[in-house]
């Protein structure tokens, strides 16, 4: 399955730790399943993260500069331009998050019997890796949607092109874009699932929308 990673960030010199920028970058390099494209969108000005890392000079990649007011507005921008393309699925990406080298491998498979992908997560919060023990039996996620925003997390969240014929766009209400669009896909009776295995590092600092739902 070729599949399409997004990528979108705004004032990421002074916004983002380099390192978190690199550690990311290079965790979608080492992925195990190599066939994606990247789409990346720098809403803020022309400088390109994933030029300067020399890591996908061998990768079909496409940058944008499209202006936008936030972070909804740009991956919904890069979800279209994707899937216009007739990509199977997207893989949203937080630049100062990384992923498990087996993550982009297990969503696939994961995949073929759900329509939106993700797994369990562990919190990095002053350094240290916190594991985030979340139930995930089909039923019990559902439910816990409903309730839970980080239920399934938002970084790394594997989109197939079925979610997304069926549900559309996020709505721009952040911080909680994501569990509105999981409860649309809950409307439309769309399969979810966790990967029962901890594959997203989801780093948390004060310059996030998220950071208050995790203090």
């Given at each position: 399955?070729?599949?399409?990673?997004?990528?979108?960030?705004?004032?990421?010199?002074?916004?983002?730790?380099?390192?978190?920028?690199?550690?990311?970058?290079?965790?979608?390099?080492?992925?195990?399943?190599?066939?994606?494209?990247?789409?990346?969108?720098?809403?803020?000005?022309?400088?390109?993260?994933?030029?300067?890392?020399?890591?996908?000079?061998?990768?079909?990649?496409?940058?944008?500069?499209?202006?936008?007011?936030?972070?909804?507005?740009?991956?919904?921008?890069?979800?279209?331009?994707?899937?216009?393309?007739?990509?199977?699925?997207?893989?949203?990406?937080?630049?100062?998050?990384?992923?498990?080298?087996?993550?982009?491998?297990?969503?696939?498979?994961?995949?073929?019997?759900?329509?939106?992908?993700?797994?369990?997560?562990?919190?990095?919060?002053?350094?240290?890796?916190?594991?985030?023990?979340?139930?995930?039996?089909?039923?019990?996620?559902?439910?816990?949607?409903?309730?839970?925003?980080?239920?399934?997390?938002?970084?790394?969240?594997?989109?197939?092109?079925?979610?997304?014929?069926?549900?559309?766009?996020f709505e721009e209400l952040i911080p909680i874009e994501h569990?509105?669009?999981?409860?649309?896909?809950?409307?439309?009776?769309?399969?979810?699932?966790?990967?029962?295995?901890?594959?997203?590092?989801?780093?948390?600092?004060?310059?996030?929308?998220s950071s208050k739902i995790f203090?």
């Open positions: 399955m070729k599949i399409a990673v997004l990528i979108y960030y705004s004032d990421i010199t002074t916004k983002y730790n380099f390192n978190w920028v690199s550690q990311c970058l290079r965790s979608i390099k080492n992925q195990t399943h190599q066939d994606f494209v990247i789409f990346e969108n720098n809403y803020e000005s022309h400088f390109s993260m994933v030029k300067l890392s020399k890591l996908f000079e061998d990768k079909e990649y496409y940058f944008f500069d499209k202006k936008h007011k936030n972070y909804v507005q740009s991956l919904n921008f890069l979800m279209k331009k994707a899937f216009d393309k007739d990509f199977e699925a997207v893989i949203n990406i937080n630049i100062d998050d990384y992923y498990d080298n087996n993550y982009f491998k297990k969503c696939i498979e994961y995949s073929k019997n759900n329509d939106l992908v993700s797994s369990k997560y562990c919190l990095i919060k002053d350094n240290k890796i916190i594991k985030q023990d979340i139930n995930t039996k089909g039923e019990i996620i559902i439910g816990n949607i409903l309730q839970n925003i980080n239920c399934i997390i938002k970084s790394g969240v594997f989109i197939t092109k079925r979610y997304y014929d069926n549900v559309g766009h569990k509105l669009y999981w409860k649309a896909g809950v409307r439309k009776h769309m399969r979810f699932n966790v990967i029962p295995e901890y594959l997203i590092f989801y780093r948390i600092h004060k310059n996030q929308s203090s």
